[in-house]
């Protein structure tokens, strides 16, 4: 039972008892001779029910926060970081289901996206698109290659980690720049181990994901592709960061 489902039905429940409440019950209450109190049940429904509505709609069809808890996204996202995800970004969709109604966008090729994870929807995953429906991707010798070019890399040095990062001091950090000239940071690890992934083609209606943390990601290298329903939409800022201690510096920052 996912968080989702959850405030799904506690809206449910509090709104029906606050409208049979308002119906039925408390017009008998009214015609009762003398005073007859309120039930606690139905003063808990009329005092939360807007509460979890409000929550509900702004959760499921503006913004969601979500916590980074792995180090897959490095340098972009860190261990510690509290994201906001616009839900709008690739279409309204209905709670729980995630039924598309009304279309807005497809992702494009570098966005950080949230999405259920497909091998266990009841995980959320965060990774940068890599392939859209139709491109062929493959991995060799630490490089992507799109439709059967090379995504340049260009090297900037050495990563110095800090708190739960520091561990990936001293892996490459590394600009990656797609044929549109849209770019981003990633780390690679020479000292690492990777492996070889062959062409595979991206189906209709679904997206190749990868982390920026090349060598510590699982991702759609290991298992598949990421079909559309599952995506829960765009990363596209940090409003916290908490790794042992709040960090101020990365308060504000954009997700490119």
């Not at 039925?24 to 009214?30: A, F, T």
């Not at 616009?86 to 709670?95: C, D, E, R, S, V």
């Not at 491109?135 to 110095?160: E, H, M």
């Amino acid at each position: 039972m996912t968080f989702e489902l959850i405030l799904v039905i506690v809206t449910a429940i509090t709104g029906a008892i606050f409208y049979v409440d308002k119906m039925v019950w408390k017009p008998k209450r009214d015609r009762a001779i003398g005073e007859e109190k309120e039930p606690i049940l139905v003063e808990y429904s009329r005092s939360l029910f807007p509460v979890f509505i409000i929550v509900l709609i702004l959760r499921s069809f503006v913004i969601e926060p979500f916590k980074i808890p792995s180090g897959s996204m490095y340098p972009t996202l860190q261990i510690g970081d509290f994201i906001v995800v616009n839900k709008f970004a690739y279409g309204i969709k209905l709670p729980v289901t995630q039924t598309t109604i009304i279309p807005v966008g497809l992702p494009k090729r570098g966005d950080v996206v949230v999405f259920k994870y497909p091998n266990d929807p009841s995980v959320d995953y965060i990774k940068r698109v890599i392939g859209l429906p139709g491109d062929k991707v493959a991995y060799i010798g630490k490089t992507v290659f799109l439709n059967g070019k090379p995504l340049k890399q260009v090297l900037d040095g050495k990563y110095i980690g800090s708190g739960s990062g520091e561990n990936m001091t001293g892996t490459m950090e590394v600009t990656e720049i797609f044929p549109s000239g849209k770019s981003h940071e990633i780390l690679l690890d020479e000292d690492k181990f990777s492996q070889n992934m062959a062409t595979r083609t991206v189906p209709a209606g679904h997206y190749f994901m990868m982390g920026d943390n090349r060598d510590y990601s699982n991702d759609s290298r290991f298992w598949g592709f990421v079909p559309e329903q599952n995506l829960k939409g765009k990363a596209f800022g940090i409003w916290m960061h908490w790794d042992d201690g709040i960090s101020a510096s990365r308060i504000g920052h954009g997700i490119d």
